[in-house]
């Protein structure tokens, strides 16, 4: 792949072009208007992005003891990644989302969309993180 990573993409995903020069890469889902793709930045703070995330889905902010709660790690392509599923079920909107610390940079995979649909494409998305080979990253 052009983006630096290979992964298994499910079935009824497919590449789209990107809608900013910040995404490295951006997915269609079928059937659903979930907006997921890759950034790269040179921050990697976790509660800070947590938090600006719920503010997104219109959720206050969570202290890091709580944001540590609602984080998986789990490793791909031999690199930790964390991993938080976040949904304001009142305002209807969630944010899925992944950092992985590729030092000098992190790597964001963000899903945006309804509670509904990214809790229905939850097992997706996460299969595909996990799918997740870097070139040039791999330990």
């Known amino acids: 792949s052009s983006a630096g990573f290979t992964a298994t993409l499910p079935a009824g995903w497919k590449e789209v072009p990107a809608s900013s020069a910040m995404r490295k890469i951006s997915y ?11 950034t790269a930045l040179s921050m990697g703070d976790v509660p800070s992005n947590v938090n600006r995330w719920r503010g997104q889905v219109g959720l206050p902010n969570a202290t890091p003891a709580e944001i540590d709660q609602d984080v998986e790690v789990f490793t791909a392509g031999g690199h ?14 969630g944010i899925i989302a992944a950092i992985i610390d590729l030092a000098p940079s992190y790597w964001y ?9 990214l809790k229905a494409h939850a097992s997706h998305m996460k299969a595909f993180l ?3 080979q870097f070139e040039g990253h791999n330990h």
Do not use: A
Not at 28 to 38: H, P, R
Not at 80 to 93: A, P, Q, S, T
Not at 109 to 117: A, C, L, R, S
């Open 28 to 38: 269609g889902i079928e059937g659903t208007d979930i907006d997921f793709y890759l």
């Open 80 to 93: 930790e990644m964390k991993y938080i599923e976040i949904y304001n079920e009142e305002g209807g909107k």
């Open 109 to 117: 995979f963000t899903g945006k969309g309804t509670v509904q649909e």
């Open 130 to 132: 996990e799918s997740i």
